[in-house]
T-cell receptor, first 115, second 110 residues
């Protein structure tokens, strides 16, 4: 079974802090994704990566950056956390040599609260 | 433009009743179609998928979905709802890229 793990299930940070969310997958997937999920807005893609050191902006990249130094690990960085970044963050991975691949496998999510 | 619509942001059924969650898509290329389920405070779990071949697809937990190209639909059904089916359900497809629908919250009443 594919396993996608996220470093924290719950996280509380203060406004202005730099926040790192880590995601690791163990199935040698090429593609990795970061989404945020908010009530009434569904899943919104922040960034994705289709190879090591490659990244593409999704629909809402503002205020976020990402890092993919190793194939299995994809990090989401909030440079200066703000209260409007309070959300559920979901990481996913998929096979595929192209940009989007096939079905995505999700981690358990990180619920981030910024106070 | 590619899009996915799910009719009804919230659906309630009685335990033992038929579950029907609707999904329609718009795509210029043949799609791969998926249904995901999300239980509270968890990630999304793949229920079933259609890629090619048989248009009636069976998934986990007794769910199934039928791909109807002429109707551009991929509705999810289960003959008899169980309390444990209460969750949020997302339809998604992969055409030129991966697109998620807005989700339907399913409540199961005793």
């Amino acid at each position: 079974d594919v396993k996608v793990t996220q470093s924290s299930r719950y996280l509380v940070k203060r406004t202005g802090e730099k926040v790192f969310l880590e995601c690791v997958q163990d199935m040698d997937h090429e593609n990795m994704f970061w989404y945020r999920q908010d009530p009434g807005l569904g899943l919104r893609l922040i960034y994705f990566s289709y190879d090591v050191k490659m990244k593409e902006k999704g629909d809402i990249p503002e205020g976020y950056s990402v890092s993919r130094e190793k194939k299995e690990r994809f990090s989401l960085i909030l440079e200066s956390a703000s209260t409007n970044q309070t959300s559920m963050y979901l990481c996913a991975s998929s096979l595929g040599g192209g940009t989007w691949g096939y079905e995505q496998y999700f981690g358990p999510g990180t619920r981030l609260t910024v106070t | 433009a590619q899009s996915v619509t799910q009719l009804g942001s919230h659906v309630s059924v009685s335990e033992g009743a038929l579950v029907l969650l609707r999904c329609n898509y718009s795509s210029s290329v043949p799609p791969y179609l998926f249904w995901y389920v999300q239980y509270p405070n968890q990630g999304l779990q793949l229920l079933l998928k259609y890629t090619t071949g048989a248009t009636l697809v069976k998934g986990i937990n007794g769910f199934e979905a039928e791909f109807k190209k002429s109707e551009t639909s991929f509705h999810l059904t289960k003959p008899s709802a169980h309390m444990s089916d209460a969750a949020e359900y997302f339809c998604a497809f992969y055409g030129q890229n991966f697109v998620f629908g807005p989700g339907t919250r399913l409540s199961v009443l005793p």
